[in-house]
């Protein structure tokens, strides 16, 4: 995966899309074309796509109308349909018209009293569907400066603002997640980074938002003298809360860990728990580390055997092939990412850039 950064000082939301549409249709258009195609490989009809996009852009009209905009400026400017750029903001929504398949992404985060927040996350998915991504710092309209990690169309995913809020990001899957068509999640983890000043401004905004779709996004801080963290578990039935153990670390992979909604948890990927119980093994290596020394750490002494560590298996179907494009670290303290295209190991040797 090839990563491209991109700095915008625009803070009018239309102005912005357009600037990144225009420095990046290639991109845009590409990805597009490529998750319509998944989505077809999937067995989800072109005319099901579009009706599960065009809901959730309703939805998110509706719930935050700057990022509605700034999606059809992005795509009005790389000359691709609204619809189709809309149809990859919302591509969690319109995968649950498919059967549930194995997860991806797995994230730990430390915090506690006086000491900065601490983190680390892969990003597990199919390669085939992101040749580029993008690493892109502006300033949103509520003032707050964003750098974020995300895909070409996606709104947001990973990334920090400079109130030191940071945010993380995994999928998971629930029995009340329907192609309904609600705000994109993607948008949910966009709008905690534009606007949130504090964890508990990211609780109140992820709790607003009506989804169709689950997913968990897992935010910190380090305002004061205290870092906080919580893990926030989005489902259509409602949103649960994660908090820390008593060492400080939150670990989250793909199931759902609130007692309530695991009873309803559908997801289908079983290395979910085995990596979960490898970062939950590795917890008393991974404190007081820069990021490139956080991701040797993490694998254990295993290198790229490590359960947390996704390397596609040339034997099995396209759609069975999961890799780690990338390892990334968040600086609440100092504003910045941290990040490798590729897994913990391989970070490790090569050592993570700073964005």
Known sequence: ??????????????????????????????????????????????????TIAERSRTALGAWAPDLAAESDAIADAAGIERWRLAAVGARTEILVAAPPRVGECS??????????????????????????ALLVEFRAT???DVKMFTEFGTPGKIGVNSAGVGLHFNILSHESDSAAGGVP????????????????????????????????????????????????????????????????WLFHTNHFLDPKLSEGDTMSDETTVVRLAHLDGVRAELTGLDPTARALAVCGGQGAAAEICMTPDPTLPRLEQ???????????????????????????????ARF
Request: charged share 20%; net charge negative; hydrophobic share 45%.
């Open 185 to 248: 999640v993607h948008a949910v983890a966009r709008r905690v980074l534009d606007e949130a000043r504090s964890v508990d401004d990211a609780h109140r905004i992820a709790a607003s938002a009506a989804v169709s779709a689950s997913t968990v996004l897992t935010v910190f801080d380090s305002n004061g003298s205290e870092s906080r963290a919580m893990a926030l578990e989005l489902s259509p039935a409602g949103m649960g809360v994660v908090e820390p153990g008593s060492d400080g």
């Open 322 to 352: 999961w890799t780690t494009l990338l390892t990334v670290a968040v600086d609440t303290e100092r504003f910045a990412l941290d990040v490798f295209p590729g897994r913990p190991d391989e970070a490790a040797a090569a050592g993570l």
């Open 1 to 50: 995966m090839k990563l491209r950064t991109a700095l915008s000082r625009e803070t009018d939301a239309v102005a912005r899309g357009r600037e990144l549409g225009t420095a990046f249709a290639p991109q845009y258009a590409q990805t597009a074309a490529l998750y319509l195609a998944h989505f077809a490989e999937l067995g989800i009809g072109e005319r099901d796509v579009r």
């Open 107 to 132: 994230t730990a985060v430390h915090v506690g009293a006086g000491v900065a927040a601490e983190s680390l996350q892969t990003w597990d998915w199919h390669d085939f569907l992101v040749p580029e």
């Open 142 to 144: 509520s003032g707050l």
